[in-house]
């Protein structure tokens, strides 16, 4: 579904993202139910959760808004898709961007970013975060699209 019809069709039960988040990845529609990530300039986790079947979730990584570091990569995104990932939605960048639009799934960051990422393992899993003025609950679903990003409840 269009995440405009859901809003047209939701009489304001729907949560809507503040349009602050850029497609990077190969496809640019997707949905899903809702599985997240808290990190700070870290992506163990969020390798450790791609690395997990995905079963059509969608990967929310809350990486406090840092813009000084890549969370995701071509290897990263690659993994996600492999193990059935139908998107990522990252608070922080991206990197090996011409390579991640040819990756078929779905990819939503803040910008790019050629710096790695630390590798010290820290942060936590499935736990809401909240960004972009939506709360990002575990098993809630998120639609996005070129319109941009909304969340019902199951």
């Keep these: 579904m269009k995440t405009t019809d859901i ?8 949560q809507v993202a503040a349009p602050l988040l850029r497609d990077f990845g190969g496809v640019q529609a997707f949905a899903g139910p809702i599985a997240t990530v808290r990190v700070f300039e870290d992506n163990v986790l969020v390798r450790g959760a791609l690395s997990e079947p995905g079963d059509g979730r969608i990967l929310v990584i809350d990486g406090g808004g840092s813009l000084r570091c890549a969370l995701v990569g071509d290897m990263l995104a690659m993994l996600g898709q492999q193990n059935g ?11 090996d961007t011409a390579e991640l639009a040819t990756i078929p799934i779905g990819i939503k960051a803040l910008a790019p970013c050629p710096r790695r990422s630390a590798k010290r393992g820290t942060g936590s899993r499935d ?25 019902t409840k199951p």
């Design 7 to 14: 809003c047209d069709a939701s009489d304001g039960e729907v």
């Design 85 to 95: 990932w139908a998107g990522i939605i990252v608070n922080g960048c991206v990197r």
């Design 127 to 151: 736990e809401p975060v909240h960004f972009a003025g939506i709360l990002f609950v575990p098993g809630h679903r998120v639609y996005a699209d070129a319109d941009g990003i909304v969340v």
